[in-house]
């Protein structure tokens, strides 16, 4: 170990902050700490961000909180996101590059914005031709190919809806989606490459005709100029429509604040999925605004989020937010480790990104694989993102060291698909990073821990509870898409006073335990469904889970809880080991010692199972309920969100076994 890495270390045992360099803090967006008093003029404050956009009429009232929870935002006022993302950057900034798009067999784009006006506008023309309206609900099932934003802003810009599906979904979730949303479009592609291999989309599409009772029409575009696999005769070919409307502009039309932008159906852990419904001021407000402040993005940057558009991460992250700004935004097609473990370091020196924007999953896996594939490439990241899940310290101090050369700094920023932007987040110029805290609530934003009967715990007080927000803000969710009801029962039931027309009485759930330390610092647990009981004592399983990671041998790990009679709950540790360890009693003996050293011997893990591969979602979340099933012997339950359903049978035969 040399000097500098004791250095580094020492500092992360006694969790100790890292402030931003000056270098940062000079240039920064948002470098005054009076922007939070500004914010605190509730709800006048936000009218900053509503300011950044470009509007066709002022609104008259920022807020209407008459009929709780459906708030409404920038009353009056309206706009369109397509001209906002597009058209008003023509003049100052036309022949820049708004996308850079990366194939993963090596072929690239620059679209310039000039260049994604002409290609939205004949989007546009094609979606109209087709019969789209105002107010229909496009469905969108494309990979990570230009096509897909440039339908995204296509959309808005005629006043539709989009609904993106991920790519990964099943031709299942496909159908039960444009079922749900009463979709009369699909939009979808030939294929697309993945790990060299090309993929055949519209076989996604083929089956889930069969699988809805609507008939919708389907639109197909190509990866390359004529199609690769075969395309029904029924479907409808984006490049001939294209063509037919070479050179037209259509107006964007004016949307009322109001007004729905898209649907974004979360990825339903339990039950059917629900389709969360984002507005068309507030949201863009709010996520132009968290871009400028949080993500620090600027015009002449290149920023990089490497997450899927399919997620909210990148409707508001790769998409709306950036564009907005007239930045430019990277867009990979591929998987991080084809044809090397280097292509996202590549990509990053090729592109000399600024920004970069990932998640706790991915650090871990870049971590495994090792920093020898990171090392000798040149880029110079000023600014680094986490979102998704809380991060280990250990994985945090990995990227801010191999990825960031200690001259980064890090938001960790956390928030959820209803919320559309960043809830809490440090200001990277303001606030010193803690590694593992998401840190201060955002601007304006008022966010509170209950405990389960609904009262406040003291602020500050180490204790952790329900993390709930108090106060609306314009990037939430309006409503369940078609169920207002569920929309009530599922994030303010529990904590309002659903009988009261007072905004006020009404407190948003988000599902996530927290804790507010000394300092002001928030962390997030992770949903409430993984905070264990542990004989008396709150456990996150992030916490055992940070612990285990600090063994070297380990590359991942999950943290489960099995039932038992005498402490109610024990935890069981799912751990990968690094390439070239050997699974041991040796290691097996530093997981527990590492645990009962940085928690306690109360938190001893009733077993230790090293296992290939964790069960995850498609957008790389452990799926610890499936280990808590396997560890308690219950039935698996639905799989179908995972990336691959056989992990958790192979883990379960593994565990029958033993
Ligand atoms: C943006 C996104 C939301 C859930 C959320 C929480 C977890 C997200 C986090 C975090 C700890 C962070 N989460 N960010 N936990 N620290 N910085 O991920 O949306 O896919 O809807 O997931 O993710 O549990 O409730 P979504």
């Given at each position: 170990m040399s000097d500098e890495d004791i250095t580094i270390e020492s500092r992360l045992a006694e969790q100790d902050y890292f402030e931003p360099p000056e270098s940062f803090v000079d240039q920064a967006n948002a470098a005054d700490p009076a922007i939070y008093d500004r914010f605190d003029e509730f709800p006048a404050g936000f009218e900053e961000y509503a300011e950044m956009l470009d509007w066709e009429s002022e609104w008259d009232t920022v807020l209407d909180d008459s009929n709780p929870p459906f708030y409404e935002w920038f009353v009056g006022g309206e706009l369109n996101a397509s001209h906002n993302c597009v058209d008003r950057h023509l003049a100052e900034r036309g022949d820049e590059t708004a996308i850079l798009w990366e194939g993963e067999d090596g072929e690239t784009r620059d679209i310039t914005y000039d260049d994604l006006h002409e290609q939205v506008n004949e989007t546009a023309a094609a979606l109209r031709s087709v019969g789209v309206e105002e107010d229909d609900i496009v469905t969108i099932h494309l990979p990570m190919v230009p096509a897909l934003p440039i339908t995204m802003l296509a959309c808005a810009r005629i006043g539709a809806p989009h609904s993106v599906v991920f790519a990964g979904f099943s031709a299942n979730a496909l159908a039960e989606r444009v079922g749900s949303a009463e979709s009369d479009h699909i939009v979808t592609i030939d294929g697309y490459y993945r790990r060299g291999e090309f993929l055949d989309h519209i076989e996604k599409a083929d089956q889930a005709m069969t699988e809805t009772d609507r008939d919708p029409e389907v639109l197909a575009w190509t990866r390359h100029d004529e199609p690769e696999v075969d395309v029904s005769d029924d479907y409808t070919m984006m490049s001939a429509l294209l063509d037919d409307h070479r050179g037209e502009t259509v107006e964007p039309v004016s949307r009322?604040?109001?007004?729905?932008?898209f649907l974004m159906y979360t990825s339903?852990?339990?039950g059917q999925p629900k389709g969360c419904q984002h507005r068309t001021g507030g949201y863009l407000a709010y996520v132009t605004g968290t871009s400028k402040y949080v993500e620090d993005i600027k015009p002449e940057d290149t920023y990089w989020c490497p997450a899927d558009i399919g997620w909210i991460t990148g409707h508001s992250y790769i998409v709306y937010g950036p564009l907005s700004l007239g930045t430019t935004t990277v867009m990979y097609e591929g998987?991080?480790?084809?044809?090397?473990?280097?292509r996202i370091w590549e990509i990053a020196e090729s592109y000399d990104v600024d920004i970069f924007h990932t998640s706790p999953t991915a650090v871990r896996q870049f971590m495994k694989w090792g920093e020898e594939h990171v090392e000798g490439h040149d880029f110079d990241f000023r600014h680094m993102t986490t979102v998704g899940e809380p991060i280990q310290p250990e994985a945090w101090l990995w990227y801010y060291k191999h990825i960031g050369d200690e001259s980064a700094v890090i938001v960790d920023t956390w928030w959820q698909t209803e919320t559309g932007g960043h809830l809490i987040t440090n200001l990277p110029a303001i606030q010193d990073m803690k590694p593992g805290s998401a840190g201060h609530p955002a601007p304006g934003i008022q966010p509170a821990i209950y405990d389960d009967n609904g009262e406040a715990i003291p602020t500050e007080s180490d204790e952790a509870g329900n993390l709930v927000i108090e106060r609306p803000w314009p990037g939430m969710l309006q409503t369940v898409y078609g169920n207002d009801e569920r929309f009530i029962s599922e994030y303010w039931e529990r904590f309002s006073d659903t009988d009261s027309d007072d905004s006020s009485d009404w407190v948003y759930e988000a599902g996530d335990g927290a804790v507010q330390a000394e300092d002001g610092y928030y962390r997030v647990l992770g949903r409430l469904d993984d905070v264990m009981n542990v004989a008396g004592h709150r456990l996150g399983t992030m916490e055992l889970e940070s612990a285990v990671a600090e063994v070297e041998d380990v590359a991942e790990a999950a943290v489960a809880a099995r039932e038992d009679a005498q402490k109610g709950e024990v935890p069981d540790v799912y751990v990968t080991v690094r390439e070239g360890v050997e699974e041991s009693e040796a290691v097996r003996d530093r997981i527990v010692g590492a645990i009962e050293q940085e928690i306690?011997?109360?938190?001893?893990?009733?077993e230790v199972i090293f296992v290939d591969d964790l069960p995850k979602t498609r957008s790389g979340k452990i799926m610890r309920r499936l280990l808590e099933n396997i560890s308690n012997g219950d039935d698996l339950g639905n799989t179908t969100t995972l990336r691959d359903p056989s992990v958790p049978e192979e883990i379960r035969d593994q565990v029958q076994a033993d």
């Open positions: 009322d604040a109001e007004d729905p932008l339903g852990t339990t998987a991080p480790d084809h044809p090397t473990k280097s306690g011997k109360f938190a001893r893990p009733n």
